[in-house]
């Protein structure tokens, strides 16, 4: 089943074929992506980069990586400040509020949900499984509790 996803003005778009059997469809509570998307975790649904097509202006993507030990870059539309698919070890995550319709597929669980992790405002009650860490048989991927500014003194750990 194919589906299409894009950024609010449109500008950045892509097409992609989530599969239950190997898609992943996840909630993750990491701090980078709380404070990426403004939101308590972000769900992501992620395809095989073979699943993958891009229709429009992904060289319009502007990237920015949240730590030098990290293993990805985040991507944003430089107009609207969407969010966008985030490429990694032969993967594609895309943040699943830019679908543009059912992907056909349901999240199975959250990731990086821990007490150092999830805000105490929202308890996770949907009884998904929960990993501290990326979980579930993935690829490890590095953890970055705080991303220091530019001239402020070290905080960005990765492990």
């Excluded at 059997?21 to 990426?36: L, Q, W, Y």
């Excluded at 969010?83 to 199975?108: E, F, Q, S, T």
């Excluded at 990731?111 to 308890?123: E, K, L, R």
Aim: glycine fraction near 12%; proline fraction near 10%.
């Amino acid at each position: 089943m194919s589906t299409t996803g894009s950024c609010l003005c449109g500008n950045i778009r892509w097409e992609c074929d989530p599969d239950a059997e190997s898609g992943m469809h996840h909630h993750c509570h990491c701090s980078i992506c709380r404070k990426a998307h403004g939101s308590p975790f972000v769900t992501f649904v992620g395809v095989g980069a073979s699943d993958f097509r891009w229709l429009a202006s992904e060289e319009a993507l502007v990237r920015y990586r949240a730590s030098p030990n990290s293993v990805y870059e985040r991507t944003f539309c430089p107009r609207c400040g969407s969010a966008g698919p985030i490429h990694a070890a032969g993967r594609v995550y895309m943040p699943a509020g830019c679908l543009d319709g059912d992907p056909g597929v349901r999240p199975n669980r959250h990731i990086f949900s821990g007490s150092q992790h999830n805000p105490p405002w929202f308890p996770v009650t949907d009884g998904l499984e929960q990993f501290e860490s990326f979980g579930g048989g993935s690829p490890p991927l590095p953890v970055v509790e705080r991303h220091a500014p530019p001239g402020a003194s070290a905080g960005a750990e990765a492990s």
